[in-house]
């Protein structure tokens, strides 16, 4: 992986800069346009958005919306470079270890078939071994600067510098978001670095494998690899094991889609009573305190009405993954055999541990915390906190106004992503040392004021599961499944 020791790579960044130079120079059209309406009140924008906010997401809009897409390897490059570690930050870099058993994997291959439907118990995928898994011990480094770097230490040693600071014993095991095929860890430090400070904790921030090269179900069997870690670790490892009840899963965007994967096959699990052989014992498989969902990318084949109804407010691109414009060709793309869909083959999109929307129960599962703003994946998000409710599941839900999507860490500055942050460790807080505070609530966080409405749940979404899976479905041309029958009494 790229070095994380903050040592000098002016080269590289120099390079970076003047490449987003080059794509912003274009822009500037488009920045005048804006600015103008903003200020003369003629966008919609404008009436919730101060003009930094409104610029940056139309600008953002513009460059992840290109005419002309760039290849996989190059678009995945550019959020792969590490800029170093630097500020009030504790990094530990580690790496799971591979256990001599592959119970674990069976486990999940077992869940996948069970979950399944006839259409993908026909099928087969690539499947992927126990690999070491790196992640990123994140903590809050009090003492430094903004511009202090790393200590020469080794890992072991940040790794005991940062325990130091530590409050308390909560852990975020993240996942980052990127639509599974960009971003790392070292991308996400600044909201890593966030929740630790806030929390009072820490953060294990795991490096899972990316698509195109490694699709379903490798991600997931990579978050299961990590949880087994946190809370069994493997010898050699420099935590001592983590109490369940101290764990909180935390992602954003696809990394909330893995989060939530990772809870229905820890669910799945429980319900047939399955034990994993890890490092020569038979382990229990335990649910953590809670789980966090930022903007969670559940809808795979974005099907749902708010990929196109909210595209004013949000900077992702239409939905275009199933389209016939494809990126072009290179080592990673086209993938081989042929997909549609990067992160996961044909036959399995619509898979209840890829497509989270259509999980038929989370009857079981601990607190959830959600949050989303006026975005492309609203739908879902709201469809979701219905589901979980009527599963009965607790679940804090809230809605930003007219915010975009993982907004908290896209406009940073913004009361609103504040707001955000306060209320996500406020829960993380709650789930470890007082879990039987959290009641579901649900919540609408209007722009510029912070006025906080609660949302009649009856009213969240109008979508019924029906109605859920038929979009999905005819999005990839294919009849939905028929609704179970009740058993007979």
Wanted: charged content about 20%; hydrophobic content about 40%; aromatic content about 8%.
């Amino acid at each position: 992986m790229p070095p994380s020791d903050g040592k000098s790579k002016s080269g590289l960044i120099s390079k970076a800069q003047l490449g987003l130079y080059w794509e912003l120079l274009p822009k500037v059209p488009l920045v005048v346009r804006v600015a103008l309406l903003h200020v003369l009140k003629m966008s919609d924008a404008a009436h919730y958005l101060d003009l930094r906010s409104d610029v940056t997401i139309s600008v953002l809009r513009s460059l992840l919306d290109r005419s002309k897409p760039r290849g996989i390897l190059k678009t995945q490059a550019m959020t792969l470079s590490d800029p170093g570690v630097r500020g009030r930050i504790w990094i530990s870099t580690v790496a799971s270890k591979v256990p001599p058993e592959q119970g674990l994997r069976d486990a999940l291959l077992a869940a996948i078939s069970d979950m399944g439907d006839a259409g993908t118990k026909s099928t087969s995928f690539r499947i992927p071994d126990i690999v070491p898994i790196e992640a990123e011990w994140t903590g809050y480094r009090a003492a430094a600067t903004p511009e202090s770097t790393p200590p020469p230490m080794t890992e072991e040693q940040k790794y005991h510098e940062m325990m130091k600071e530590c409050k308390n014993s909560t852990t975020v095991l993240y996942f980052h978001g990127g639509a599974y095929y960009l971003c790392d860890p070292s991308t996400h430090r600044p909201l890593c670095k966030k929740l630790a400070k806030l929390t009072g904790g820490r953060v294990y921030s795991v490096r899972y494998r990316l698509a195109p090269q490694h699709p379903f179900p490798s991600a997931v069997l990579d978050a299961l690899v990590s949880y087994f870690t946190l809370l069994y670790p493997p010898p050699g490892s420099v935590h001592e094991a983590v109490a369940p009840g101290d764990i909180v899963f935390g992602g954003d965007s696809a990394g909330g889609n893995l989060t939530l994967s990772l809870l229905q096959t820890l669910l799945h699990f429980r319900r047939h009573h399955v034990k994993i052989p890890w490092f020569g014992e038979e382990r229990e498989v335990p649910l953590p305190a809670a789980v966090t969902a930022n903007s969670p990318w559940l809808d795979l084949v974005q099907s749902m009405p708010s990929w196109t109804t909210n595209q004013k407010w949000d900077y992702l691109p239409p939905a275009k993954l199933l389209s016939s414009k494809q990126p072009p060709a290179d080592e990673a793309w086209p993938a081989k055999p042929p997909r549609k869909h990067i992160y996961i083959d044909d036959a399995y999109m619509l898979h209840p541990l890829a497509s989270l929307h259509l999980s038929k129960s989370w009857e079981g599962a601990p607190p959830i915390y959600i949050c989303c703003g006026w975005e492309c994946l609203a739908d879902e998000d709201k469809y979701l906190a219905s589901k979980l409710t009527k599963d009965g599941v607790t679940v804090v839900f809230e809605e930003y106004e007219a915010m975009p999507h993982v907004f908290a860490s896209i406009l940073t500055k913004l009361p609103e992503s504040r707001r955000n942050l306060d209320g996500w460790t406020q829960f993380i807080t709650a789930a470890c040392k007082d879990p039987e505070s959290i009641k579901s609530t649900f919540t609408s966080i209007k722009a510029k004021t912070l006025e906080e409405v609660e949302i009649d749940i009856k009213k969240l979404t109008p979508f019924s599961e029906e109605d859920v899976s038929t979009m999905a479905y005819e999005r990839i041309g294919r009849k939905a499944p028929l609704p179970e029958a009740a058993p007979m009494l």
